[in-house]
DNA sequence: ATCATAGTCGTCTCTCTGACGATAAGCACA
DNA sequence: TGTGCTTATCGTCAGAGAGACGACTATGAT
């Protein structure tokens, strides 16, 4: 009978939590890592998880993730909702959706779906601990996702394949757009945004090479006029992110 | 008091209801075309819309996509989850997770969240109606896009931003995946293959470029053994998906 | 036989990349 | 005040790949 209903009348199922989970990368200390908040309640109490939350009822999806982003980080995002131009030297952090996960079984307590987005952010000071998360941390993703979880244990729910798909969308997305940038300060040298690819991409990139290709792509970066000596070296010249959002030829991650 | 357990019992929400809907993809006429059914019921009774349908208490999104486009085209879907490569001469068509929606109203009835799915399929025969919809058509996605709505009127729910976005897909994954086959028969030629690259895009392609390319990119194409010259002209060679997923290098658009 | 149609192979040029040499301009020390 | 170390930036060269397009091939239609 509910199935006889089912295609009209939407009350008549049983209901669905929907979630949002967040994938928050940021470049430290040369590596590429993720935020992580601590489980203080069960399930999986304890285990390190993705931070997200609930969807409240009267508020979107990418709303919910900005909410959620906000009172975890204290980070504003930007979303940057479908082919629309990110705009320059934005003080935000990048936010866009990731994918949706919804097996019957990947909450124990009920059917949750959760909305996952990916959120690329400059550095930032160790994270506050909020809302249900005893605590929180950087974990750099090479041990996530290689063969050593977090403290020998897993992150809890399916995060780690969240995670894993955040971090693949990552690799992938800054061949072919400008969303490198999102990585950096407002202001960014050419040699800052190499240790960004670098870091994203775990390989060692060649700085002349790297130089002309940015340098050489219109709309990629913007001179802002000033120099940095903050890398040590010879003075490098400020940028900020230029208005185009597509690579045209992509960057090329090397040795595919 | 509802914020306050929110983050910690789930079942003290307001309930959502998560629908699949389908942005089903073919070549036909040489033109990209969506699969449309008409709406017998209200809301937006009378209007065209995409396919789908609730997802059942106990079924997998993925899942409940595949039985939505079984019970509306009779196709047997196979979903390429992750980076796992796409069998060669798979018979089904391809099923992808497009993005979720979830404006607070864009479903008038109750709070809906929708997850949308991509599915490219070979040419079919006119799609049986099914279900819920009193009739079903294949509609050129150009007139759809276009400035003029389907018979003057647009799809029903956000189903235009949701087949923009599907379409938006499809031409970006051609570029850098072997996806355009999904197009295709299993015995394909490669003037088959050309003419669907030039009907997502909307371009006219150079048949001598494109076969160099395609017949030069390793693991792209199979020769199966066989001609055929169902396109006229010289007997052309059939080929077979081959095993690779990516290209690399992409397959360029013309003119960005 | 001739033509129209599509498929396939080659060639040339231009652009972009990868490899790598060379120079520039700061800072840390002796 | 150099000397050395670091990073930034410019140049050069060879090779891969793409766009433009000529030439030839193998069918069916008339």
Known sequence: MIVAMSRYDPSAFPPFAVTVDLVVLTVRDHALCALLVRRGEPPFQGYWALPGGFVRPDEGLAEAASRELAEETGLRAHSAPGHEAVGPGAAGAHLEQLATYGHPQRDPRMRVVSVAYLVLAPDLPTPRAGGDASSARWAPVGELLGQSPVDGVPLAFDHGLILADGVER???????????????????????????????????????????????????????????????????QLFTAGG??????PMLRPES
Do not use: M
Not at 244 to 249: C, E, F, T, W, Y
């Open 170 to 236: 990552a690799r992938s997305k800054i061949e072919y757009s400008s969303l490198a940038t999102a990585f950096c300060p407002t202001e960014f040298t050419v040699g800052e945004l190499r240790r960004v690819y670098e870091a994203v991409w775990g390989v060692v990139l060649d700085p002349r090479n790297f130089h002309r290709k940015v340098t050489g792509t219109p709309g990629f970066l913007l001179p802002s006029g000033g120099t940095t000596t903050r890398q040590g070296g010879r003075p490098a």
């Open 244 to 249: 185009a959002s597509a690579l045209n030829p």
